[in-house]
């Protein structure tokens, strides 16, 4: 019989076996279960005979394999139970392409648990092809291709459809959700900031990751909030594993649908280390803000505010798209593709603008103060963009370029570099390998030259690379087949900006 128990942002399927014996009546559970899944027996068994089926008078053992995986939870309920009845000939002994999830109520009803949505997925991928839960979460498992639900409410419908007496609950699919993808505002809301704009929509083209400069409300805030709507829509795949993340933290509620908009997180300075990363209880993952942003957005406003350890532990998903939090004996590997976008003051004060006549800070409290994001951390932002305040001409433009056309253009780059890395195991520039880009995809004469000129005066191979993969970027935005020497120009401008 088999069952599914979350483990990290996803599920782990379990074998439940039940051996029933003679000797004294007693019920024992084996294989590491926590309290809430050792306390399964007593809801089984109430479950059980209040819906009108034989608990029986003997020894009988449960037990959970892999034995050394802690589980927790109460999603095991419903295969202990089946497997009981099972295991007393009640019932026909099933397949192995059958996986049960629910809580059991005394009464016999089955009900809802968290993470169905992770565990459908890990029940398909371990090639079961009936899942059967409770009708609470029926729309979350059907969302899952090749995986047949049945839903049930209670322990005796249950059994019905095993005897194909009953076809279950009617899985009814998500009511087309309302998704506003302009939510945090629209790109003609903003004024000016020319250079910026299209520092983020080469941002969204490429998925790069970029800083913002600028003394206070120039305008940062108002730019990282609106470069969601530049992203296009998550494909299926990635919607399912947002969805599980957000629905493990609990930030979504059972049968809410799919999210089908990239995430935009924005934690406050205060933010804890384990809040920011995430951390690890009982072999579950607890996901940081570096998760929920995954496949999404991580603005970090006021970036140099933050404590060190939350910005320093971002090094490794900035390069890897991952996060492993190491605890004892155990390893959870965490999501964290996600785009970064740091905002700053140049100062305490934020007036070192310019000349900065208005700024009231020493040298020494400049030089702390950006020295908070150190220089691994910005080697790995590809866009550095200082702001200047917007002059009075600017706030009496027009309104400039909707975030939808802007949008279309990030679309259709990211549709020639899908079909340029379409046998790759990447398909935004920002993830190539710089080894991949140099041997098989360099720029022309022109911008190669210029590319190693930079190389001589400084560039580091780590900002080349980078140069590199904006300058491709570019490239798709003006639908050229190869970069040329004002896409490395301007990649070199966009890099050379901002914290220095």
């Known amino acids: 019989m088999w069952g599914v128990v979350p483990a990290g942002i996803s599920g782990v399927m379990v074998k439940v076996e039940v051996d029933v014996a003679r000797g004294l009546p007693s019920v024992g559970v084996v294989g590491l279960a926590h309290t809430s899944v050792a306390e399964a027996r007593w809801r089984a068994r109430s479950a059980i005979v209040n819906s009108g089926f034989t608990w029986p008078n003997s020894r009988i053992t449960i037990g959970l394999s892999p034995a050394d995986l802690p589980k927790t939870g109460t999603s095991l309920d419903l295969p202990i139970a089946v497997g009981l009845l099972a295991a007393t000939s009640q019932i026909a002994k099933l397949g192995s392409n059958v996986s049960f999830i629910g809580e059991l109520g005394l009464d016999g009803a089955i009900k809802p648990v968290p993470g169905v949505l992770a565990a459908a997925i890990s029940a398909q991928r371990h090639g079961v092809s009936t899942f059967i839960v409770s009708a609470g979460n029926s729309r979350e498992a059907r969302e899952v291709e090749g995986l047949e639900v049945i839903a049930v409410t209670n322990l ?13 609950e009617e899985v009814d ?57 530049l992203l296009p829509e998550l494909n299926q795949q990635q919607a399912l594993d947002v969805t ?84 004892v004996g155990q390893t959870v590997i965490a999501p964290a593709r996600f785009q970064l976008i740091l905002a700053a003051n140049p100062c305490p004060c934020g007036q070192a603008i310019g000349r900065g006549d208005g700024c009231t800070c020493g040298a020494q409290q400049k030089r702390r103060y950006l020295q908070k ?99 491709w970027t570019l490239a798709d935005l003006e639908a050229q087949d190869q970069p040329n020497n004002d896409h490395v120009a301007t990649a070199l401008s966009m890099r050379g900006g901002g914290f220095e």
Request: proline share 6%; net charge neutral.
């Open 156 to 168: 005796r419908q249950l059994i019905a459809v095993l005897r194909n007496e009953d076809a279950g």
């Open 373 to 471: 994001l150190s220089g691994p951390l910005m080697d790995r932002i590809d866009i550095r963009i200082s702001l200047t305040r917007p002059t009075d001409a600017h706030l009496r433009m027009s309104a400039g370029e909707s975030s939808d056309v802007i949008a279309q253009r990030v679309l259709l780059a990211r549709d020639r570099a899908h079909v340029r890395w379409t046998n790759e195991s990447w398909n935004l520039n920002a993830q190539a390998p710089g080894s991949v880009l140099r041997s098989s995809y360099p720029p022309d004469a022109a911008g190669q030259g210029l590319l190693e000129r930079a190389e001589s005066r400084g560039l580091n191979p780590r900002g080349s690379d980078r140069v590199l993969r904006m300058a």
């Open 173 to 229: 699919q998500f009511p087309a959700m309302i998704d506003d993808a302009n939510a945090l505002g629209d790109f003609s809301e903003v004024r000016g900031h020319d250079v910026a704009r299209f520092a983020l929509e080469v941002a969204a083209a490429g998925g790069h990751h970029c800083s913002l400069l600028g003394e206070p409300g120039v305008g940062k805030t108002m730019l990282a909030q609106r470069f969601v709507s």
């Open 244 to 327: 599980s993340v957000h629905a493990l933290a609990g930030r979504i509620e059972s049968g809410h649908g799919l999210l089908r908009r990239p995430p935009f997180i924005a934690p406050h300075h205060s933010i804890s280390a384990g809040a920011m990363l995430g951390s690890v209880r009982n072999g579950v993952l607890l996901p940081g803000a570096l998760t929920l942003a995954s496949e999404g957005v991580l603005f970090l406003d006021e970036a140099p505010e933050f404590d060190r350890p939350c910005l320093e532990g971002m090094r490794q998903p900035l390069e890897q798209g991952s996060l492993a939090l190491m605890r």
